[in-house]
């Protein structure tokens, strides 16, 4: 059964830094596109970063954030600085079982973690 499991998550002041890390258990996690997605209060969930062959980031998050993956500790990284406090929302970290085209839509990936907080504050 696979497993992801988030951390890092937490409080921070505008333009702070943060990184988050989610480890992969029970897949062929170099076989998987490996992304992040984030859900704010009310909100949909939105695509935030991904990574198969290359790396991929939505466009609110480009020039500050980045992904990266070490695949000989089955864990995928996201680098989190310049915070905004609209960048508060609960992050998941997510599987899809394909390299190639990374897709940006929820109901592409398999597995999900449980989330980490990350809250940005004025």
């Known amino acids: 059964q696979a497993q992801l499991v988030e951390s890092g998550g937490g409080l921070v002041q505008a333009g702070g830094s943060l990184s988050l890390a989610c480890a992969a258990s029970?897949?062929?996690?170099?076989?998987?596109?490996m992304a992040w997605f984030r859900q704010a209060p009310g909100k949909e969930r939105e695509f935030v970063a991904a990574?198969?062959?290359?790396?991929q980031l939505d466009d609110s998050v480009k020039g500050r954030f980045t992904i990266f993956r070490d695949n000989s500790k089955n864990t995928v990284y996201l680098r989190m600085n310049s915070l905004k406090p609209e960048d508060t929302a609960v992050y998941y970290c997510?599987?899809?079982?394909?390299?190639?085209?990374?897709?940006?839509?929820?109901?592409?990936?398999?597995?999900w973690g449980q989330g980490t907080q990350v809250t940005v504050s004025s």
């Open positions: 997510a599987a899809r079982g394909a390299l190639g085209t990374i897709l940006t839509t929820p109901g592409a990936y398999t597995y």
């Open positions: 029970g897949l062929t996690f170099s076989g998987y596109t």
């Open positions: 990574v198969s062959r290359r790396a």
